[in-house]
């Protein structure tokens, strides 16, 4: 456990001058997403939400701490076969980090360098313990015994090492964010040139229980596959915009983005990992700049006006792949390169110092976080990430809604009991929301006043609820005419639909 321990902690201080996604937590975590079948990485979203990548790192630890225990018993009998057994553990935890999609041959220093270290310290503690002891009458040894106060110190030194490697990992890799945190915390966000149109009086129904319009950064869900949130310091970071169809292709910096017209907008954002009722849809006043333009500007034409190319690869700096259509982004609609989230700069969660917002299409084809990089190319001579994982290439949202209020298994008095919610048919708008309970006949409930189509709404509807055990469920209609189905259907390959319902005992 000593040699684990310090076999992490060497490959932390490492990774801290490589760079911290580097480390063979990150990185064996990564491979492990990378390898995860849709159904149970949506296992993993639906039962720990925000906490599956804690989830996995603690299970990594755990699998180490097995494996440590198990080496170090090996190690007793045959030192040089325990030694080699970490040096093999090492291997797994350096491919692993230079075979990411960002990887470089760099990355597999921390995982080596800490296999090293803790096959040597392995070897030389189990030595300590197979060492007889001197003592005895007559000058004999007993060979059944070790010198334990040895052993304790070279123990201690070896776990006071590694605790002191850590910390200077740790402060090592501050030291290398503080550039970035530094860039964000003096970023003043320039004033839109296109403002968003004020929200209505009526957008929020300010009901108890019921999601508030907008959902405040530290609200916004986050699914990602990134282990180590990056952090990218906005002086240094650069987009390049290149690929079939692109007649001057373009290398931008954060300041290119600020000298340009900046646009200002209320989008409702949705993660294809949302289960019927589930939590990861939220919304946001964002600022940024048109994607279309910059598109624009580098030559590019959608399919329908000749361009060859129908799919944009955007490339994240952790090598994360989104595809986006280009018909899509070039059709009018607020597809923003966002530098603003809520009034103040993205945070590092959620994108900083760029990322992409497409109104109408899930996340995983559309929001790439910390983006460096856009090629224009085509779905049949390209699949990004998600789609070589089972999902589908393209993924406009789907008209949903949701109960907020009242929660599953409440117990509302009977009388008038509000029941309230959102609804989301983005870029389309939602037109109509309906709530019945028991199966009975459908209630038109109040909507609340549009912001935009882009955006999500609030709806509520008075109950006249009668003692007992309800079942109470919801549908939209979107503003083309469409009602969201009662089929159930789970998230693979492009987002779930079916109505939520809720179960209260009416007292």
Known sequence: MIAGFCALAVAELVA????????????VGGAVIDRTPPALKDFAVRNFGTNDKLVLQLGILTLLAVFAMAVGVLALRHRLLGSAAVLVFGVVGAVAAAGRPEGHV??????????????????????????????????????????????????????AASVGAGLLGRRLTSAVQAGAAASREDL?????????????????????????FVTPNKD???????????????????????????????????????????????????????????????????????????????????????????????????GMTIGTPVEDVMDGRDALLALGMNG???????????????????????????????????????????????????????????????????????????????????????????????????????????DSRDTWRQWMWEWPATSGSHTLEVRATDRTGATQTDQRVGTVPNGATGWHSVVVDVS
């Open 16 to 27: 801290a001058v490589v760079r911290p996604e580097a480390g063979p937590v990150a990185a």
């Open 106 to 159: 760099s990355d597999a220093l921390p995982s080596a360098v800490g296999a090293v270290v803790a096959a040597g310290v392995l070897y030389l503690l189990a030595g300590l313990l197979a060492s007889p002891a001197s003592g005895g009458t007559g000058g004999e040894r007993d060979h059944g015994a070790f010198d334990r106060r040895r052993f304790v110190i070279v123990a201690s030194a070896a776990a």
């Open 188 to 212: 003043v966000l320039p004033a839109p040139d296109a403002v968003a149109p004020p929200v209505p009086a009526g957008a929020d129904l300010r009901i108890r229980g019921l999601s508030s």
């Open 220 to 318: 916004f869900y986050r699914v990602d596959t990134a282990l180590v949130v990056p952090r990218v310091d906005a002086g240094e970071w650069r987009l390049r915009i290149h690929g079939k169809g692109v007649k001057r292709p373009l290398t931008l910096s954060f300041q290119d983005l600020l000298r340009r017209e900046i646009v200002e907008r209320d989008i409702t954002l949705t993660c294809v990992s949302n289960e019927v009722g589930g939590p990861y849809v939220g919304n946001a006043r964002w600022i940024g700049v048109r994607l279309a333009d910059l598109l624009r500007e580098a030559g590019v034409k959608p399919p329908s006006r000749g361009g060859p190319a129908d799919q944009i690869v955007a490339r994240s700096v952790d």
């Open 344 to 450: 103040e700069p993205l945070p590092f969660d959620h994108g900083f110092p760029v990322r992409m917002v497409v109104p109408g299409l899930y996340g995983y084809v559309s929001a790439c976080k910390w983006i460096k990089d856009i090629e224009l190319t085509t779905f049949d001579d390209y699949d990004a990430y998600w789609v070589k994982r089972s999902w589908s290439r393209q993924a406009p949202i789907k008209t949903e809604s949701r109960i907020d209020t009242p929660r599953p298994f409440a117990s509302p008095r009977a009388g008038t009991v509000p029941v309230a919610g959102v609804a989301w048919a983005q870029h389309r708008g939602v037109q109509r929301v309906e709530v019945r309970v028991d199966g009975g006949p459908w209630h038109t409930a109040r909507l609340a006043a549009e």
